[in-house]
């Protein structure tokens, strides 16, 4: 009889952990949907504001699309010219991110190191690895309390990596919209240092079926400043192919060296 019982209640566990896990995914499954449907070009600027007011902007054109199992993001930074880069970013599911960049005269893009990848093209408040959305399908998700932030009742999920999932960060956690199930603030915390990011969401819009942010703001806690990455203008289908995202696009610079 006491085996019996101990059996009915593992089973009232696992049935438990997953209807956690199902209510969980259910929360995710915009944000999974909107990355594996992407298809978008936006131009606009990245911009670091120091705590005593001085600004250094960047004008960047960032292209996605989804292609059968991998997401691919092209960051093109275009001016000014000491600062022209084009970054490619792959993410997979299964964990298996890539980077890549070129520079003008490059003859082919290459690997960009891992460990650079905490890094920016105006620092570490918002870093290659940041143009990526991987915390979505990390097989660690744990549905916390709902809050509400502003104007807007929130789902909040923290998120972790798996052994082989390749990032910096130990945890994300995302504050979701419960409505629309887009980001309205996160936090990202770095493994070793325990460093937290802070992410914030503005201007939320809906556009082509598809919502995007006109702005997002990344801080450092502990860290004067941060860094704005605003949106001008985009397409939510561009209608890009493998082309525009190939190895000889990498390495064409408008205006040459």
Known sequence: MKRSVQWVLVAALVSSIHALAADVHKILSASRDRIQTADYRITGRLVRAEANGTRTSENVTVKAHWFPGVLRVLVEVNAPANAREHVLLEMRPNGEDTIFIAH???????????????????????????????????????????????????????????????????????????????????????????????????????????????????????????????IDRGSAKANLGAHDFSSESMIHFQGGL
């Not at 870093?127 to 709902?146: G, N």
């Not at 809906?206 to 860094?227: C, F, M, P």
């Open 104 to 230: 003008p005269g490059d003859h082919a893009p290459v690997p960009l190191p891992f460990a650079r990848w905490e890094a920016g093209p105006l620092g570490d408040a918002f870093s290659y690895e940041d143009f990526l959305e991987p915390q979505y399908f990390w097989p660690v998700q744990i549905e916390l309390d709902p809050v509400r932030r502003g104007a807007r009742d929130c789902s909040v999920v923290k998120s972790a990596p798996g052994p082989i999932d390749r990032t910096h960060y130990a945890e994300e956690k995302t504050w979701l919209d419960k409505t629309i199930g887009f980001p309205v603030y996160a936090e990202k915390t770095r493994k070793g240092s325990g460093l937290v990011k802070q992410f914030t969401y503005y201007g939320l819009r809906h556009d082509g079926g598809v919502w995007s942010a006109s702005q997002v703001e990344a801080k450092v806690v502990g860290k004067d400043g941060s860094t704005l990455f605003i």
